[in-house]
Nanobody
Framework: QVQLVESGGGLVREGGSLKLSCAAS???????MAWYRQAPGKERESVAT???????NYRDSVNGRFTISRDNVMNIVWLQMNNLKPEDTGVYYC?????????????WGQGTQVTVSS
């Protein structure tokens, strides 16, 4: 059974930086990787995605401040977050789509809290 283990969350002041990481245990073929976040009382939203070929996409509010990257050998995805704002506060979840025996599926991390104080 593959698990996603996240790390790197914490408390930071506005304008600060954090780097999140998420590693998949076990051997599996990962296609797309992504980071989502959920603020209190709000729905989970996509923050950044990256294809296996390295094509990235960001939500408008983080474009230019956040950078998603990945390691296809180690099955790790990172999210470098710079110039953080209070509205970036929330629980951040990594997501990995996979293919096993020809069938697709998706895994979610357990979530890591990011809190940005003003």
């Amino acid at each position: 059974q593959v698990q996603l283990v996240e790390s790197g969350g914490g408390l930071v002041r506005e304008g600060g930086s954090l780097k999140l990481s998420c590693a998949a245990s076990g051997t599996i073929y990962i296609t797309n990787m992504a980071w989502y976040r959920q603020a209190p009382g709000k729905e989970r939203e996509s923050v950044a995605t990256i294809t296996r070929d390295g094509v990235t996409n960001y939500r408008d509010s983080v474009n230019g401040r956040f950078t998603i990257s990945r390691d296809n050998v180690m099955n790790i995805v990172w999210l470098q977050m710079n110039n953080l704002k209070p509205e970036d506060t929330g629980v951040y979840y990594c997501n990995m789509d996979y293919i096993r025996r020809g069938s697709p599926g998706t895994y979610w991390g357990q979530g890591t809290q990011v809190t940005v104080s003003s």
